[in-house]
Nanobody, 125 residues
Framework: QVQLVESGGGSVEAGGSLTLSCSASEYASSTLYMAWFRQAPGKEREGVALIDRRGGTKYADSVKGRFTISKDDAKDTLYLQMNSLNPEDTAMYYC???????????????????WGQGTQVTVSS
């Protein structure tokens, strides 16, 4: 059973930056496909970014060029560097993981078995 714990959320003004972290336990991050999702009130949970076992990445169009997903396998920790934040980025952000390659369905929440508790990101205009 993978345990995921997020941290790093908070409130920032538009144009600001935040870095989210997600610590994994029970399984090494090098064995996992890991992703960040977000969910705003009244909206569906959406995939933000994926990093695969070898460090390959995928991004939602809405965050390309602004967000960077990375991981440190020595620390079993996943990161999301978020720059140029805007109010539309306001959401609860979740770390997710799976042992199986989600391939082209990486942005679908039901492809992931393990979830963190979420961390809130609020961007004010």
């Amino acid at each position: 059973q993978v345990q995921l714990v997020e941290s790093g959320g908070g409130s920032v003004e538009a144009g600001g930056s935040l870095t989210l972290s997600c610590s994994a336990s029970e399984y090494a991050s090098s064995t996992l496909y890991m992703a960040w999702f977000r969910q705003a009130p009244g909206k569906e949970r959406e995939g933000v970014a994926l990093i695969d076992r070898r460090g390959g990445t995928k991004y939602a169009d809405s965050v390309k060029g602004r967000f960077t997903i990375s991981k440190d396998d020595a620390k079993d920790t996943l990161y999301l560097q978020m720059n140029s934040l805007n109010p539309e980025d306001t959401a609860m952000y979740y770390c997710a993981a799976t042992l199986w390659n989600p391939v082209n369905s990486w942005s679908l929440a039901d492809k992931y078995n393990y979830w963190g508790q979420g961390t809130q990101v609020t961007v004010s205009s």
